[in-house]
């Protein structure tokens, strides 16, 4: 008979002394006399702590490795870092950091690690390349570990204590180099790029640039999730960045993003608005138009399809496909000079193309020119109008009209 791994141990008695007795991982834990009150309480306290430390007993905290702790961190950061059971990319990103963190200290004990060793990583990350930032963001991901790890009781919490004396790298107090800001994309570029985008990639682009929402709230946007009965149209995305807060997300839709959105809720209720299937049917429609060979000659029309593509148009764009579309067209709309090397054009490439994102800068900084700080806040759906400044770039005319009249 198979041996049920996701049973519990059973309150048993021991015939030999009449106490009650569990078994956990091989080990006998005797609890006091049988069916009594207090044996009871220590069996659930100890199978609840046992469940709760991933059904195994807990290990000695000044005898963890740190190779063992990033093993125990990788397995909570998969479960946990989900949404909609789809990874959030956390788990992902953290695993970079965390093979330097194992190749450097993997057979040091936990208890030994301290502020220095975690400046020594630090030091290897800039040593790499890496920027400020982001040297900030590994770092931090490490003192997160800790702190899961401290939290569970599978490390000294003072480990984790002498681990917040490390500050983040200040800017020009470092050799780590500084990453350029993120602009706002011009509505000239914009509309340069426009005509070398899908119909429907268009429509996500002109939505966005108007509401200033999220890539990923264009993205998932579906007539179902649209309040059309007011003036100015309601959308709650089903999912967006900041629910795990159990904050709310209403982005409101003017006359001109309506007439963008109105096509595209013709559909079901529970489609996605902006589909790549569409895209794609309208892509080879077009090229079928503009066919010039005879119909009689030649491929016919869905002949030279493949029956099992490696990969095909799904129900919803996502983040990347929506970006590496818009990419695509730059890289149209903004041709490489033809004397460029391969290298220079690459650079090239990579300098005149814009992200989804920046349309939502865009749009804050006008928002928050015409309408002030407050109300690009309220739009861009911020709670802290701290992260609103990095989106809206500061209307500097207003400070020139000022000097013009006192200076």
Same mark, same amino acid.
């Given at each position: 008979m198979p041996r049920l791994k996701n049973s519990t141990p059973k309150y048993r008695l021991h015939k030999a002394t009449g106490q009650a007795i569990v078994t956990l991982d091989g080990q006998d834990f005797y609890l006091g006399p049988y069916g009594s009150r207090p044996s009871r309480r220590e069996y659930e306290r100890l199978i609840g702590e046992w469940l709760q430390n991933g059904r195994s007993l807990p290990t000695d905290p000044h005898a963890v490795t740190i190779a063992e702790l990033i093993n125990a961190y990788r397995k909570h950061a998969e479960a946990y870092y989900v949404k909609n059971g789809q990874s959030t990319g956390t788990a992902e990103n953290m695993r970079p950091v965390m093979r330097l963190l194992r190749g450097l200290y993997g057979d040091s004990l936990v208890k030994d690690f301290g502020p220095l060793a975690l400046k020594a990583v630090r030091q290897k990350l800039i040593g790499e390349g890496q920027?400020?930032? !982001?040297?900030?963001?590994?770092?931090?991901?490490?003192?997160?570990?800790? /702190?899961?790890?401290?939290?569970?009781? &599978?490390?000294?919490?003072?480990? !984790?204590?002498? &681990?917040?004396?490390?500050?983040? &790298?200040? /800017?020009?107090?470092?050799?780590?180099?500084?990453?350029?800001?993120?602009?706002?994309?011009?509505?000239?570029v914009v509309e340069h790029t426009v005509p070398h985008l899908s119909t429907v990639v268009a429509d996500m682009v002109r939505f966005q640039r108007l509401t200033g929402c999220r890539p990923g709230e264009v993205c998932i946007l579906r007539p179902f999730d649209v309040d059309t009965s007011g003036d100015v149209w309601t959308y709650r995305p089903e999912s967006h960045k900041t629910e795990h807060h159990d904050r709310d997300r209403i982005i409101m839709i003017g006359p001109q993003a309506q007439d963008v959105l109105r096509p595209y809720l013709l559909r079901e209720s529970q489609a996605y608005c902006f589909c790549p299937a569409d895209s794609e049917r309208k892509r080879r429609q077009e090229a079928h138009e503009q066919r010039a060979t005879p119909l009689k000659y030649g491929n016919r029309p869905g002949t030279n399809r493949k029956r099992k593509p490696k990969?095909?148009?799904?129900?919803?764009?996502?983040n990347d496909s929506y970006r590496r579309a818009i990419h695509r067209a730059c890289d149209k709309a903004f041709p490489a000079p033809a004397e460029l090397s391969e290298a220079e054009s690459k650079e090239w490439r990579s300098r005149q193309r814009w992200s989804p994102n920046q349309l939502r800068h865009t749009a804050a900084t006008e928002i928050r020119r015409q309408f002030g700080l407050e109300a690009a806040q309220v739009t861009l759906g911020h709670s802290n109008a701290n992260v609103t400044q990095i989106y809206a770039e500061r209307d500097l005319n207003k400070a020139a009209e000022i000097m013009r009249a006192v200076g």
């Open positions: 920027a400020r930032m !982001y040297v900030n963001e590994n770092v931090e991901r490490i003192r997160r570990m800790f /702190k899961w790890a401290a939290g569970d009781e &599978l490390i000294p919490f003072e480990v !984790y204590h002498r &681990l917040t004396a490390v500050e983040g &790298l200040r /800017k020009g107090r470092t050799e780590a180099h500084e990453t350029p800001p993120i602009p706002p994309v011009a509505d000239e990969r095909s148009a799904g129900d919803s764009y996502t």
